[in-house]
């Protein structure tokens, strides 16, 4: 039952937008009274908040998975591979990307996206700080805050805006910004 209303209220999130985003649309799209609905969610804001952390969730395992999974990798290989991983990720589901960033008030999403940051900042920070013939920034722990936002900020605004650029022209620009910025 508790699968099936956060899996309605991603799918009325996604159709309707979150303004008209309601307990009883969701009843309705799982098929289920909305009394019932309120067994186990109390309001649409905890519909919500159960449909943003998993989205999250998948969206920073993902990445992180591939950014663990390339500690061992130097430079160039690293930044494209990581990118490349967060930008599959973001594109499994452009839709609910778009109202996570474009819709929620700031307030329900701005503490869990800080949280999955601080974690990708902190596993770069390692990478920057243990690897000083590629960073010749003085603060790692900066030069990481500075990589992860903007790289993020970049994946996103590809997926949501999708600009006249491809994929690869993308990435090789976040490998190019990267570099430069490490070696500077």
Same mark, same amino acid.
């Given at each position: 039952?508790?699968?099936?209303?956060?899996?309605?209220?991603?799918?009325?999130?996604?159709?309707? &937008?979150?303004?008209?985003?309601?307990?009883?649309? =969701?009843?309705?799209?799982?098929?289920?009274?909305p009394g019932s609905l309120y067994q186990y969610f109390p309001d649409k804001a905890s519909i919500v908040a159960v449909v943003v952390d998993r989205y999250v969730?998948?969206?920073?395992?993902?990445?992180?998975?591939?950014?663990?999974?390339?500690?061992?990798?130097? &430079?160039?290989?690293?930044?494209?591979?990581?990118?490349?991983?967060?930008?599959?990720?973001?594109?499994?589901?452009?839709?609910?990307?778009?109202?996570?960033?474009?819709?929620?008030?700031?307030?329900?999403?701005?503490?869990?996206?800080?949280?999955?940051?601080?974690?990708?900042?902190?596993?770069?920070?390692?990478?920057? &700080?243990?690897?000083?013939?590629?960073?010749?920034?003085?603060?790692?722990?900066?030069?990481?805050?500075?990589?992860?936002?903007?790289?993020?900020?970049?994946?996103?605004?590809? =997926?949501?805006?999708?600009?006249?650029?491809?994929?690869?022209?993308?990435?090789?620009?976040?490998?190019?910004?990267?570099?430069?910025?490490?070696?500077?």
């Open positions: 039952m508790v699968e099936r209303i956060v899996e309605a209220g991603r799918q009325v999130l996604v159709e309707d &937008g979150y303004d008209t985003f309601s307990t009883n649309r =969701v009843a309705a799209a799982a098929d289920v009274s969730d998948e969206t920073s395992e993902l990445v992180a998975a591939a950014l663990s999974d390339r500690i061992t990798e130097l &430079g160039p290989a690293m930044v494209r591979d990581t990118a490349d991983a967060l930008l599959a990720a973001l594109e499994r589901d452009p839709a609910l990307l778009r109202v996570v960033y474009e819709e929620l008030p700031l307030g329900r999403t701005h503490a869990r996206l800080t949280q999955v940051e601080r974690q990708v900042r902190h596993l770069a920070a390692a990478y920057l &700080g243990a690897r000083p013939e590629i960073n010749h920034r003085p603060d790692a722990a900066a030069a990481a805050w500075i990589m992860v936002l903007a790289i993020e900020n970049l994946a996103v605004r590809w =997926v949501l805006d999708r600009p006249d650029l491809t994929r690869d022209q993308l990435l090789d620009e976040m490998v190019a910004l990267i570099a430069g910025y490490l070696l500077s």
